[in-house]
């Protein structure tokens, strides 16, 4: 039997309807969503992330100031750039793609966004007040995870949802978030990390597994039960000479051999991806909307 294709594309699609109308309507009481997107150094995957971003707040019609910075930029300098941002009334929603060149601390990067305009739900206080659960800005990865799950018929409640990976962008909020005695969470969450010894025993007992390793392919067809859930968070260029450009892009779950198991799974491009991008586009809605 093959398994349910999750389609993060058509589903966020979906959502892009929806937001289009809230977007008119907030335009019609004159207020137009602003987005501004950091950029530091030409690394090419961050780019095209940056660009995707760009080109759905086009066609969504939110304001968006595309910023891009040489990598030897100093601290101080993206400081003082952020600064500006945070006080430039076009703009609701500041976005610094991740990650950062090494002389520059995240931390101090991230800390310096205004709260009312985190759309990328990094900041610590924003952090604490998703785990305390006041509403804010989910990060966008694990709420685009946690959205496509419900709308695709896999609601999380009562699940056990183990997530293979612990970063500050996926695995540790998506635990935080799929744990809240809510709708549409309510999950029992297990997360697997470098640490975790016996992994597989682990995934196997999964009824939703999220792949968030950043390792291409290491989710194998005997590491799933067949009823499980599979997203995959993974987005790897794999060396493929054959191709144009010379590479592919893979998920951390090897889609082939695993789909051919399991319950429902998520592609790789088609799945995470598209949802990240709407769900920033909603953060920079709800945003725009503070302002009135
Ligand atoms: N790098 C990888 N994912 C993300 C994301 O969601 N936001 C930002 N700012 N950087 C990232």
């Known amino acids: 039997m093959s398994a349910q294709i999750i389609n993060g594309k058509e589903i966020a699609a979906q959502i892009k309807i929806e937001l ?3 977007i008119e309507k907030l335009k019609g009481s004159g207020i137009t969503p602003g987005l501004a997107t950091v950029l530091v150094g030409d690394d090419p995957a961050s780019a095209a992330y940056v660009r ?3 080109k759905m707040c086009e066609k969504l019609g939110i304001h968006n100031e595309s910023i891009k910075l040489s990598s030897d930029i100093s601290e101080e300098k993206l400081l003082s750039i952020i600064n500006d941002l945070a006080n430039d009334l076009k703009i609701n929603g500041i976005l610094v793609q991740l990650p950062l060149p090494e002389h520059i601390s995240e931390q101090n990067i991230i800390k310096s966004i205004p709260l009312h305009k985190d759309v990328d739900g990094f900041h610590p206080h924003t952090w604490g007040k998703m785990m305390t659960g006041e509403d804010t800005f989910l990060p966008c990865t694990p709420a685009g995870i946690q959205e496509m799950l419900i709308r695709s018929g896999n609601n999380p409640e009562k699940k056990h949802v183990v997530i293979a990976g612990r970063s500050k962008i ?6 935080n978030i799929l ?3 809510e709708p549409g969470a309510n999950a029992t969450v297990t997360v697997c990390h470098t640490g975790t010894q016996n992994m597989s025993q682990i995934t196997k007992q999964a009824d939703i597994l999220i792949a968030a390793i950043g390792r291409p392919e290491v989710i194998t067809a005997d ?13 790897n260029r794999v060396e493929a000479p054959e191709t144009e450009r010379g590479y592919r892009l ?3 779950v090897h889609f082939e051999t695993v789909s051919q198991k399991v319950k ?3 592609p790789v491009p088609g799945g995470v991806g598209p949802m990240t991008i709407i769900m920033l586009m909603k953060n920079t809605v709800k945003a725009a909307k503070l302002t009135t």
């Open 20 to 22: 289009k109308q809230e």
């Open 223 to 235: 590491v799933v039960n067949e009823n499980a859930v599979v997203i995959d968070v993974g987005v």
């Open 250 to 252: 893979v998920g951390d």
């Open 170 to 175: 996926v695995g540790l909020p998506l635990a």
């Open 264 to 266: 429902a799974i998520s």
């Open 179 to 181: 744990i809240k005695k």
């Open 52 to 54: 995707m971003k760009g």
